[in-house]
C-alpha cells in the first residue's frame, strides 16, 4: 500500500526523501572505490529561488497550468536546491535551472550562503527543458554521474527531455508527475480533450497511445451518429500506470509504487516517482529510492 501523504506537509515529505535518497547517494560513490573517481553532479531544472515559501501573488501566473492552480500546490515550488547543497558529503558540481528571471537572480544569492561550494555552483536561466537537453548533449557521460530533480508547477516536462535523461544511462531521476493537478483534469469525460490539450499531453507522454488508454467505446450512441461516442474510462490508478510504463520503457529500472501526494481535500495531485538510467546501478538505487517512497 502506497503511503499517502494529506494537504501542506508533502512539503517537507518530498524534501525529506530528496534528501534521504542524496545521502545514500554521495554516501556510495565515497566509499566505493571505482565510484569515487567518477564526478557527482546535482541538477535541479526547476529550482525556484532556493527558499521554499512564496513572497508574492505572481506565483500562480508561471505556474504553467490549463486549469486554476490548487491552494495547497503552492507549497511545492522551492526549497529542493538548498537541500542538496546540505549533503555530507557534497556533489562536486551543482546545476540549478530556473526560467523566472527573479527567481534566477535569488539563486545566485545561493552562493554567498554556502561559500565553500560556492564555486561548484552554476546557475541556468532559461526553460527547463531546452536547458537541461542541452546541457546533458553537451556533457561527456564516461565518467561522471547526476541525479536529476524534475520538480515542475504542472505539465512542463517534456517527454524528450525524460528520454534524454535515460539515454545517457548515467543519469537517475526523481521526478514530480502532475497526476490529478494536471494530467486528469485534462482528461475530458465525454470524448477526447481539445486539440490544444490533446496536444499537451502528448508532448509529455511522447506518444498519444493515451487516447487508446485512457478512453474507450460508450455503450450509447451518439445523438447524431450510429457509431458509439468515446468517453473517459481512466482513473487515478490507470494514470498512474501508464505514466510508470512510459518510464520503464526508456529507463533501465523505475520504482513501482511512487509516493502518492495528496492536497487537504484528500485528492490525489502529485506522484513522486523515481526511476535510474545505469543498468548496473539501478538495483541498488531503485531499492533504496522505493524504500524511501514507503515512508
Known sequence: MVEQVFGGGWTEEKLSR?????????????????????????????????????????????????????????????GSARVALEIDPPFHRYVFIEKDPAFAGELENVRSDYPDLAERIE???????SVLVDWIEGTSWQRQRAVVFLDPYGMQV?????????????????????????????????????????????????????????????????????????????NFDSIKQYFLDRLDSVFAMVAPNPLVLRN????????????AANEKGAPTAVRIAQDLLKG
Open 158 to 234: 517534456e517527454w524528450k527531455t525524460i528520454k534524454t535523461i535515460a539515454q545517457r544511462k548515467a543519469i537517475d531521476l526523481w521526478l514530480l508527475f502532475p497526476l490529478g493537478q494536471g494530467v486528469n483534469r485534462l482528461l475530458t469525460r465525454e470524448g477526447p480533450p481539445p486539440q490544444a490539450w490533446a496536444n499537451r499531453l502528448t508532448t509529455m507522454f511522447g506518444t498519444d497511445s493515451w487516447r487508446e488508454a485512457f478512453y474507450r467505446p460508450s455503450s450509447q450512441l451518439g445523438l447524431f451518429s450510429k457509431e458509439p461516442h468515446l468517453e473517459k474510462s481512466a
Open 123 to 129: 546557475i541556468k536561466h532559461g526553460d527547463a527543458n
Open 264 to 275: 487537504s481535500r484528500n485528492n490525489p495531485i502529485f506522484l513522486l516517482c523515481f526511476a
Open 18 to 78: 530528496l534528501r534521504k535518497y542524496l545521502e545514500a547517494y554521495t554516501v556510495i560513490f565515497t566509499r566505493n572505490p571505482r565510484a569515487r573517481l567518477l564526478t557527482r553532479i546535482y541538477v535541479d531544472a526547476f529550482a525556484g529561488s532556493g527558499v521554499r515559501s512564496l513572497s508574492d501573488d505572481g506565483e500562480e501566473s508561471r505556474a504553467g497550468f490549463l486549469f486554476e492552480q490548487d491552494e495547497d500546490a503552492l507549497g511545492f515550488i522551492n
